[in-house]
């Protein structure tokens, strides 16, 4: 059982190049997202899904793009990468559980470098 | 203001100590409470989980929700230098889509000394 996979684990980009992070998971996990954390920030919501073909903007949506074409994968994609990108981003998945539990399970990480 | 406050620290403390994180938050629309740890270049995994007011106890970790008050706190007991990392709290808004959706605090890190 893999969990959340996320790929790559480092990156470096120059600025305006555009590039994909990947995340999959094994978990049949309806619900999957992404973070961004910073330091001094925690982590901050870029973008949510509930479902295949359905996502919504967290928090910190802007020069960030995602679809949901399967369960199972969640690509976050960066369109013209700025410096300000540059950060450790986290894919997470979770199933509804309410109040008898709410696991969600984050992946190892990506760094992201943009120069 | 962010919606869910956290010291930073550092913190430093000597193996054995009882640790007090603590965490509070504005936005009284949300129900469910987590604590997080987080291992240096590791992601996030789920500690303790508490839906709404009260206490719960797993091991040598309490957590607390004050509700009234805003405030959420995660006690360490006895604490281990494997308890070095950094601690997140976060919590979620109640019903349908909210529960994969979470606000975190900035982060506390601990490190224990043996």
């Known amino acids: 059982n893999a969990g959340v996979t996320q790929t790559p684990k480092f990156q470096v980009l120059k600025t305006g190049q555009s590039m994909t992070l990947q995340c999959a998971q094994d978990?049949?996990?309806?619900?999957m997202s992404w973070y961004r954390q910073d330091p001094g920030m925690g982590l901050r919501l870029i973008h949510y899904?509930?479902?295949?073909?359905?996502?919504d903007q967290g928090e910190v949506p802007n020069g960030y793009n995602v679809s949901r074409s399967t369960t199972e994968d969640f690509p976050l994609r960066l369109l013209s990468a700025a410096p300000s990108q540059t950060s450790v981003y986290f894919c997470?998945?979770?199933?509804?559980?309410?109040?008898?539990?709410?696991?969600?399970?984050f992946g190892e990480g990506s760094w992201l470098t943009v120069v | 203001q962010k919606e869910v406050e956290q010291d930073p620290g550092p913190l430093s403390v000597p193996e054995g100590a009882i640790v007090s994180l603590n965490c509070t938050y504005s936005?009284?629309?949300?129900?469910?409470f987590m604590w997080y740890r987080q291992y240096s270049r590791k992601g996030p995994e789920l500690l303790m989980y508490?839906?709404?007011?009260g206490n719960k106890e797993d091991g040598r970790f309490t957590a607390q929700v004050d509700k009234s008050s805003k405030y959420i706190s995660l006690f360490i007991r006895d604490s281990q230098p494997s308890d070095s990392a950094t601690y997140l709290c976060?919590?979620?808004?109640?019903?349908?889509?909210?529960?994969?959706?979470?606000?975190f605090g900035q982060g506390t890190i601990l490190t224990v000394h043996p």
């Open positions: 997470a998945s979770s199933k509804p559980g309410g109040v008898s539990g709410n696991t969600i399970y």
């Open positions: 978990m049949n996990h309806e619900y």
């Open positions: 899904s509930v479902g295949a073909g359905i996502t």
């Open positions: 936005n009284s629309a949300f129900q469910y």
């Open positions: 508490t839906y709404s007011s």
């Open positions: 976060a919590m979620s808004h109640a019903g349908g889509t909210s529960y994969g959706k979470l606000t």
